[in-house]
């Protein structure tokens, strides 16, 4: 037996035990017949401290098997921190393939972001969640809140969506954007950007939201509405940028800023370096792109 | 066999890998409602239980989940002591109890209504309906529309329990409150969550 057969035979496959998977699944189950709805369950400690993703890690390690292949992104980046320790996390105690192309994965672990590339039926998207209650910056009651879900009460939200109309001449809110899913819950899309609402609209991907520190599952089934909240005068509309990809020229695609220098100079790239990169792979060249020819990471098999 | 023997053998062979393939193919059917999952027969309950609900009972429940057992299961000693054995799930006494509820024979079952529904604040809590059908395909078709459905889809169970599409409207009525339904076939399921509806019924 080598070394690495050793170190996997420490853990249950997909490191939670099985009774606990099982609770998890069943909340699963629920979140995916109610859509929109938070449902409560048990959240364990994870070997890694809340607010890196304990929900999302929980949500894929009780839906992943051994064919599946893992992608992990982190502000639609897969090589930052969070992104890279979560994947060698799930090669490890799963031994499952790891991708960093989208239309590879059959589930795509993210914090905030969508991907760029259209996902399709048979996906599962896990998306990281902070604060699941779209409600809880304007109610701090857990009570409350829960009647006014129950009740269908969503009249404080507009009146908060409103204040920003007032103050700023237009909705300011840019992330966790609130949606109704089916005309009915309004549900914390998790702090993605407002530009990726639109992509969980009718999405043939199987859309679930794991809040680790406050125990909460919830989930959008494919091709359910899904309607960012708005008002006839001041409708819904995304972020624009006045410029492309300064790497793959995209245009329409969710840009991050990078400071260049401490003299002011700066760049706007792909927040998607996965569809950067396979554009770049393509030809495609920005204002500010190298010449010379990315090695795109290749999916690693597993072992 | 005598009874202790059947109801400690034909559990998983790989609990972990065959929970984990069972769960994927229901949480597969609960998204996409009226989709026809195959599964293989993973688990070997005694009569009348079928494969594919023991699969879905060892997969689903434990001691967290009281389950209910229609009169047919409930007449067979060996159903409950091998239900009891592999999950440790207690029995619920009655219906509005139960987290789940197995059902053999359908065609005579107890009123939807009657089973828990979950609370307007809770709506999580209610039964998840298990219904041991011979057939996803042979019966009266069932148009189907709802989230996870992208124009509509069919499905033809045989064997529904009586007023069925008159008992489902109702169901969708309690929304957030109702129950879901898992249909376990031979080789096969499908689902029907709360969201559900049901277009048509031609005879």
Redesign the interface.
């Known amino acids: 037996m080598t070394a690495r057969e050793t170190e996997i035979a420490t853990y ?2 997909a490191y939670l035990d ?2 606990t ?3 998890i ?11 929109g ?1 938070q ?2 369950f048990a959240s364990r400690e994870m070997p890694m401290p809340y607010g890196w993703g304990t929900g999302g890690v929980q949500v894929t390690a ?5 064919d599946d292949v893992l992608k992990v992104i982190d502000q639609g980046a897969d090589d930052t921190t969070n992104a890279v320790s979560i994947r060698a996390f799930f090669k490890k105690v799963a031994n499952v393939a790891v991708t960093t192309e989208t239309a590879k994965a059959t589930i795509i672990q993210t914090r905030h972001r969508i991907p760029e590339h259209p996902l399709n039926t ?1 996906q599962v998207l896990v998306f990281q969640v902070p604060i699941p209650e779209p409600l809880r910056f304007l109610e701090p009651r857990e009570t409350e809140t ?2 006014m ?3 269908e009460e969503y009249g404080l939200m507009h009146v908060k969506l409103y204040e920003d109309i007032a103050r700023h001449g237009r909705i300011a809110t840019t992330y966790a954007y609130p949606v109704k899913i ?1 005309g ?2 309004v549900m914390d899309p998790s702090p993605t950007p407002k530009f990726d609402n639109p992509k969980m609209h009718r999405s ?1 991907a ?1 859309q679930l939201f794991g809040a680790g520190r406050e125990k909460r599952i919830y ?7 899904v309607v960012s909240l708005d008002f006839e005068d001041h409708p819904f509309e995304v972020q624009t940028f006045d410029q492309p990809c300064a790497l793959c020229a995209a245009e329409n695609v969710h840009l991050d800023e990078v400071i260049l220098d401490d003299h002011g100079g700066h760049m706007f790239v792909c927040s998607d370096t996965d569809h950067c990169e396979k554009r770049r792979a393509d030809g495609h060249r920005g204002s500010l792109a190298p010449e010379t020819h990315l090695a795109l990471e290749k999916t690693e098999p597993a072992q | 066999m005598d009874i202790a023997t059947r109801s400690i053998e034909g559990g998983f062979a790989e ?3 065959n ?3 069972v ?2 193919a ?3 059917a ?3 409602p009226g989709s026809i999952q195959a599964l293989p027969p993973l688990a070997h309950p005694p009569a009348p239980l079928s494969a594919t609900a023991g699969a879905m009972a060892l ?4 001691n ?2 009281p389950v209910w057992l229609d009169p047919r299961l409930q007449a067979e000693a060996s159903v409950k002591a091998w239900l009891s054995f592999h999950t440790g799930a207690p029995s619920a006494n009655t219906p509005a109890d139960a ?1 789940f509820a197995i059902v053999a024979n359908p065609a005579e079952m107890a009123a939807l209504d009657g089973f828990s529904q979950g ?6 809590r ?1 039964t ?1 309906l298990i219904l041991l059908i011979d057939d996803l395909a042979s019966g009266p078709s069932l148009q189907l529309e709802g ?4 124009k509509t889809a069919m499905i033809a169970p045989v064997g529904m329990p009586r007023h069925f599409v008159e008992q489902w409207k109702q169901n969708n009525q309690r ?2 409150r109702g129950v ?1 339904i898992i249909l376990a076939a031979p080789g096969s399921l499908a689902c029907l ?3 559900t509806r049901i277009k048509t019924m031609e005879a």
């Open positions: 249950n496959f099985e009774q998977k099982r609770m699944r069943r909340a699963i189950l629920k979140g995916i017949a109610i859509p709805y449902v409560p009780s839906i992943i098997g051994p048979g829960r009647k879900h129950a009740l089916e009915r819950y043939p199987l989930a959008v089934p494919p091709f359910t509405e | 609990p972990v890998f929970a984990q393939t769960f994927r229901t949480m597969d609960m998204a996409r997969a689903l429940c434990d967290d989940t987290h609370t307007q604040e809770y709506p999580d209610s998840t989230p996870g459905i992208e929304f957030p879901d969550p709360r969201t």
